[in-house]
């Protein structure tokens, strides 16, 4: 057998190793926050090696802890659920009725200081929020604005409006400008082409983008801690989640159901729109 | 959607287009520049006062004596004064905190690539199962970081984890190993979580180049008779080399900013914490302001400074 042969065989079953391996390590932390959160504690403390959920075992009373609300002895995670909803959900349509107009703007316009914006979004992107934090933090401490949702809105929007914008434009410049100008030769103007011409044929990937900002916002953790953690019945379930280890004594099996209610909605949205996303976050990458 | 400035609404490309001959210079390209710089200015607005004043004001506070206590007295130009840049520098431990995120950010840049580069390199050609294999890869960058860090601590937990129990049992472990709490193995394994956090980041735009590799040139290898290793060295690796470039700078910036995942994971403790871990100890244990703003202006100059040498080096070769 002469080289090739060898290494052509060999990595054949190497690369089969390597798929199922990666498999396990990316897959098995969340197969393994799934047991445990229904499982009783007193069986975890028990064989805390097991990885099967006997169907005698089976609880869901971590599930009921976590999400009954605090004044019945639960953790109150269905506020926190509709808390981070409505930021997520908030934070996103403004981005979108924000980015929309911009990112056109910047893929089709030609407008003093169009290149400055293209690597002023850049910039921002790559900033340190942490930095960003301190001054807002004491803008919203001063303006009464910590511990109220509607700033967290605004931030995230400052957050995911890089990024959709830069991913939207990347999609406006793939339409045909000939749509567009003959659109403006039947007499539309320039709203009325992005109405009726733009937007519709980008509705995919503004459905991407709209998934993407959700994302960020739903799993978003700093500004949250910092703006958020004086006002329980205002925390997101990030938060929420997080101040859980903080205080009394929580089993470990219902930090996990807390985990898995924080993770669900975007696993389940990740899956039913993967494609879409993963297109959308490369789309021009592959010019290197 | 239709509520935009009202001098775009306007728009006078509704009617037909009158040359505006005599009025001079209201051009077609004008009326253009016009609409843009107004369909750009609520993204501009929100950018500029939400991030851009934010960072000029971070680093007036960095030279002005601020506590939460005294916040409201504090004007936004009082005096001025070095202390706290000076405080900042000769705090012990600040060297410290510097080189840690610096490690931290080398190693997880590096982990994160070297991983998304072998998982982008095993799902490269199309097998059964490949679309869900790819997306399965991608989990643990979508899920919540809070989640997963503490996904990770249980998993490690001494008494309760599996990693200590099956390592006890089938490795033959005398005692467990703490490994978030522990000097010795804590900032490892955060930047093992890192490495494992980030690599679908590096392997989605891997697998997008691979993928736009033109066919002929390995099959001109092929023919050559390279087998697959040199096919790798020779022919792949130098059409990445771009990708890995810029990622390495990507990922380093973002890692080099990174609150959440050491903050969850360890809170800074046994040797791990990072800068930015440290500026939010001082905002919010110690509510010195000022301190605070002289540490993230700190972490920002060295980031900007790492970030121009690396140009220095790599930049050259990219165009745009």
Known sequence: MDRDRVETVSLRWLRRLVIAVFLLVTVFPFYYMLVLSVRPIERLLLDPGSLVVGLGELTVTTYAEVLKATEDGGQGFLTFMRNSGLVAVAATLLTLLVSIPGAYAVSRLRFFGRRQVHFLFLAVYLFPSIVIAIPLFVVFTRAGLRGSLLGLILVYISQTLPVSVYMLKNYFETIPVSLEESAAIDGAGRLGIIRRVSLPLAAPSIMAVALYDFMIAWNEFLFALLFLVDKPNRWTVSLGLAQLTGGVEVPKTVLMAGSVILTLPIVILFFASERLLTEGLTSGAEKG | ?320
């Open chain 2, 1 to 320: 959607m239709t509520t935009a400035t009202p001098d775009t609404g306007r728009s006078p490309t509704r009617e037909r287009p009158v040359p505006a001959r005599r009025r001079g210079p209201v051009t077609l390209r004008q009326r253009e520049s016009r609409a843009g710089l107004a369909l750009v200015a609520p993204t501009l607005l929100v950018v500029v006062a939400v991030i851009g004043i934010p960072i000029v004001w971070t680093v007036v506070l960095a030279f002005q004596r601020v506590r939460l206590a005294t916040l409201r007295r504090t004007g936004l130009f009082g005096e001025f004064t070095l202390a706290n840049v000076e405080r900042v520098l000769n705090t012990p431990g600040f060297a410290d905190t510097l080189w840690t995120t610096l490690v931290y950010s080398l190693g997880s840049t590096a982990g994160s690539i070297l991983l998304g580069l072998v998982a982008a390199l095993v799902v490269r050609r199309p097998f059964r199962g490949r679309t869900l294999v790819r997306a399965s890869m991608l989990l643990p960058y979508v899920a919540p970081v809070v989640a997963v860090t503490f996904v990770w601590q249980v998993m490690l937990d001494p008494q309760l984890g599996i990693v200590n129990n099956w390592g006890q049992r089938f490795l033959g472990w005398d005692t467990p190993v703490p490994f978030l709490s522990q000097e010795s193995t804590a900032l490892a394994t955060v930047i093992a979580f890192e490495a494992w956090r980030y690599f679908p980041f590096a392997f989605l735009f891997l697998l997008a180049r691979l993928q736009a590799v033109p066919g002929e040139l390995e099959e001109a290898a092929l023919v050559d008779g390279a087998t697959p290793t040199q096919r790798f060295r020779h022919i792949l690796l130098p059409q990445l080399l771009p990708v890995i470039a810029l990622l390495g700078v990507l990922r380093f910036i973002m890692t080099f900013n990174k609150f959440d995942d050491v903050y969850l994971l360890t809170g800074g403790a046994a040797g791990t914490e990072v800068v930015s871990v440290r500026v939010y100890e001082f905002l919010t244990a110690r509510t010195d302001i000022g301190a605070a703003a002289a540490q993230a202006v700190v972490l920002a100059v060295v980031l900007i400074v790492f970030v121009v040498v690396y140009l220095r080096f790599f930049g050259g070769r990219r165009a745009d």
